[in-house]
């Protein structure tokens, strides 16, 4: 049994498929790390170190931004993960609606 | 690449020769049920068919034509009472349209329930003798339509579920056939996703207009904006952090293909490849099922987490798990494993697994639901929501 899935290759977050304790060496897509955190299944690892203010990359698309560097083998979620849905749906629907076509 | 299919001759596809029985009243419901009994054939009965209001009675007229024209339904009797709103003879010939034989008694007619009842049997017995000997045959893969969908959910959904069935709506769109994604109560968040997938801009257009129609009815409805309500304190808890990441979980189920347009239940599907179904039903599952076989999907691949019984009265559902625990102990009603993406088989290679066995159910291996009789038919309501058409008083 595998502990952590990476979805897709860009995603910078894998997903806890068992409950992960802190200490804990887990691989994933290649890479080994340590769990910074305990991480329950279904919750999201750090595949790599995400500085502040960067994208989450989840299912290939951006779902949050950092609101702090978040390392590698840690925890990902609402306690460092800011929810950008809004900006993004506005943003892109303002630019397509703008465009002439 | 081909299937072994019955090839109807309005050029659509089938992969199941049905005989159906359909009631246009509720009043007939329990006659229609008879001679489906006695016949063992699938009937379709609702509540509704009279003393309706107008829009109401044109969906349930939809849906209950629909249900004869979809290509697996190879034979038609029509049971109603004889005063009933629902015109039998408009059905008739709606479904006729189409080139398959349909049959109607009307209770008042025939002289009772008993008399409706034997002349059913007879008519049905006719009917099968009849598709008892058409025939599978070659056909190309850009005839086959596949509804997708979810329900029944756990954190495995959008985990191994719905990555496995986007995996498999690649593959049949990259082999010509079409695929329809409903479920567009779920796209807020992930809207500016799918439209940068549209095929054209003015389709790209079409989903914004519909996702703009469904954040303003959100407001309306809960006095707050979606994001302000989402992911709710149990997403959070399963793990969820962001609406674009609860969303995703749902639109991951279109896999990557250009989305060729947005269809409101009646519209035909006019080539192949992925569509959008707007049906903005809520309610349970079997709402969006019959929505996706309205349109003319012939089998819908549907992810369970928790589990889930349901079938279709005219269409094959094939249901799969994301959960390797739920496989284990609701076998009898699910038909494939995604759980193994969660013990190290990677995505692409189960969504590989799930299209040869979408193509053997094609090919006319029976799905759990079909074994099991789980033929359900509920037609989507939309009247209770408040943007459709206004109050019904009026």
């Known amino acids: 049994m595998k502990k952590v899935i990476q979805i897709e290759s860009e995603d910078n977050v894998g997903v806890a498929v068992q409950d992960i304790f802190v200490g804990e060496r887990v691989g994933c897509s290649g890479t080994e790390m340590i769990a910074q955190n305990d991480i329950p299944a279904g919750h999201k690892i750090a595949l790599v170190t995400i500085p502040q203010g960067e994208r989450i990359i989840k299912y290939a698309v951006t779902i949050g931004k950092s609101s702090r560097e978040i390392l590698q083998g840690e925890h990902v979620h609402s306690h460092n993960v800011e929810d950008i849905t809004n900006q993004l749906c506005n943003e892109y629907e303002r630019q397509f609606r703008s465009v002439k076509g | 690449m081909t299937i072994n299919a019955f090839k109807r001759t309005d050029g659509k596809i089938g992969i199941r020769n049905y005989v159906i029985a359909i009631s246009m009243v509720s009043c007939s419901n329990t006659v229609t049920e008879r001679i489906a009994r006695a016949t063992g054939i699938i009937p379709i009965v609702h509540e509704q068919g009279c003393n309706e209001f107008e829009r109401d009675h044109q969906r349930t007229k939809l849906a209950l034509i629909a249900a004869g024209r979809n290509p697996n339904v190879g034979g038609v009797l029509l049971v109603g009472n004889g005063c009933e709103k629902t015109n039998i003879n408009e059905v008739q010939k709606a479904i006729a349209e189409t080139g398959k034989p349909v049959e109607s008694i009307l209770i008042q007619t025939e002289g009772g329930s008993p008399e409706a009842e034997a002349k059913g049997i007879s008519i049905v017995k006719k009917l099968k003798e009849q598709t008892d000997l058409e025939q599978r045959v070659k056909c190309p893969l850009s005839g086959l339509v596949v509804g997708v969908q979810c329900g029944g959910s756990d954190w495995t959904t959008a985990l191994s579920g719905n990555t496995a069935i986007g995996a498999m709506t690649d593959m049949v769109v990259r082999n010509g056939g079409s695929v329809l994604m409903s479920e567009v109560d779920g796209f807020p968040g992930s809207e500016h996703i799918v439209a940068s997938r549209a095929a054209t801009r003015k389709i790209g257009l079409q989903v914004l207009d519909m996702i703009s129609e469904l954040r303003a009815e959100y407001i309306e409805m809960y006095g707050q904006k979606i994001e302000e309500i989402n992911p709710t304190p149990g997403n959070k808890a399963g793990g969820i952090t962001t609406l674009v990441e609860k969303s995703m979980g749902n639109i991951k189920k279109m896999g990557t293909s250009p989305v060729q347009g947005v269809l409101k239940l009646g519209d035909p599907i006019t080539h192949p490849g992925l569509w959008v179904v707007d049906n903005r039903t809520q309610g349970p599952d079997p709402f969006n099922l019959t929505g996706l076989a309205m349109e003319g999907a012939v089998v819908t691949v549907f992810s369970t987490g928790r589990g889930s019984p349901v079938g279709n009265a005219v269409m094959p559902t094939l249901k ?63 009247s209770a929501r408040k943007n459709y058409g206004g109050c019904p008083r009026e």
């Open chain 2, 320 to 382: 799969l798990t994301g959960n390797p625990e739920t496989f284990q102990k609701l076998g009898s009603i699910t038909d494939f494993n995604a759980g193994v993406i969660l013990e190290g088989t990677s995505i692409p290679e189960t969504g590989e697994r799930l299209f040869e066995m979408l193509l053997e159910i094609a090919n006319g291996k029976t799905t759990k639901s079909e074994i099991n009789g789980d033929f359900e038919y509920t037609i989507p309501r939309e």
